[in-house]
């Protein structure tokens, strides 16, 4: 599980534990589409799926450049997922691979 550090998610590197900001880097291995991350202290790279199984209404994390965000799903596209912070604060479209199904 990740815990926020300031407007970004520190998330632990599976190796040594070092919890960082991990950007991610889209791409394809073996046919599926995953994201890449490598931990800056010790190097090590792992994977995760491009959530394929979003719905309207599931609660997600939304990696963007600058900031994470927290917020419900609110429209579903091939490519990009619409998400509604609580409240209606904001709306904003984000492309699925940078779409964390929580």
Known sequence: MSRSVGPHTADRCPRCSVEAVQRGVPMTVEGCDVICYRCGHCAKAWTRPVEDDLEVYDIV??????TTLCGTVWH?????IQVRGSGGE???????WRVILY
Not at 76 to 80: A, K, L, P, S
């Open 90 to 96: 904001w709306l904003l479209w984000a492309e699925r």
């Open 76 to 80: 579903v596209e091939d490519d990009r």
């Open 61 to 66: 994390r939304v990696d963007l450049h600058d």
